[in-house]
């Protein structure tokens, strides 16, 4: 199989693992986006993918996201920054991004704040939550987000659409469940308590190898980047 074959064929089987897992769960199969994580190839394969029907395409580091948006400008895929994202790098990868995922200190909203005003438009982000306490893992501890949603009427320029997280690096499939459980409850609580929130609709979670158990627990975005490689 050459390049494009192998990426349609790969990228028609995550689309149906999806449909799957969402028929599965009682779910409509576009109550999922995929978004096409893009880290480990180049600008090229990256034009290949688009070219076999991605539209959403991830990037970890700010700096690659802004490299490959350049690059593909023409092609106007939305680009979903979803690692986490210094301060000093804000200015620079805004104007590319579409979605937030690693919304992840309150310093990083209000400083996302300022520079969406610069910009004069609000930009839609995502607050990454620790579900694992993973220590490597950066997000808001669950108890932190009760005292901060109230704080968000401050930001003006930041929209809130829901949540993103990551099962433990070191999770059984079991664990895994329970951790992405543990992230649409803690959506579900803060929709009944906050009037805020409850126009979040997002949950980002799950990836190449446990998408499937996300989608089951209610995710709305799946972050997917080696299975869409495999082979390449
Ligand atoms: C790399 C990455 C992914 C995709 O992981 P795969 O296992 O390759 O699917 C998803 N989310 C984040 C935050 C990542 O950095």
């Known amino acids: 199989m050459d390049l494009a074959e192998r990426l349609r064929s790969n990228l028609s089987r995550v689309k149906s693992e999806i ?25 090229a394969v990256t ?14 580091r700010p700096q690659a996201l802004v490299e490959k948006a350049e690059a593909l400008a023409h092609l106007n895929p939305r680009w979903h920054l979803i690692g986490h994202l210094q301060r000093n790098k804000i200015r620079k990868v805004l104007p590319h991004v579409h979605l937030l995922h690693a919304g992840d200190s309150w310093r990083l909203l209000e400083a996302v704040n300022v520079a969406a005003g610069e910009l004069s438009r609000p930009v839609d982000v995502l607050l990454e939550v620790n579900v694992s306490g993973d220590t490597s893992k950066h997000g808001f501890h669950p108890q932190e987000l009760t005292g901060l949603v109230p704080q968000l009427d401050n930001l003006g ?34 929709q009944a308590e906050f009037p805020a929130a409850r126009q979040w609709r997002e949950l980002s979670m799950g990836m190449s190898d446990d998408f499937p158990a996300a989608i089951a627990e209610g995710s709305t975005m799946v972050r997917v980047g080696s299975a869409l490689f495999a082979g390449i």
């Open 19 to 43: 449909a799957e897992a969402c028929l599965r769960a009682g779910r409509a199969p576009d109550s999922v986006r995929l978004v096409a994580v893009t880290k480990y190839v180049d600008s």
């Open 47 to 60: 034009s290949a993918l688009l070219a076999a029907g991605a539209t959403d395409l991830g990037e970890n």
């Open 157 to 190: 320029q930041v929209r809130v659409r829901g949540l993103m997280g990551m099962s433990g690096l070191e999770s059984s499939p079991a664990e895994k469940q329970v951790e992405f459980a543990r992230l649409r409850l803690l959506l579900e609580r803060l």
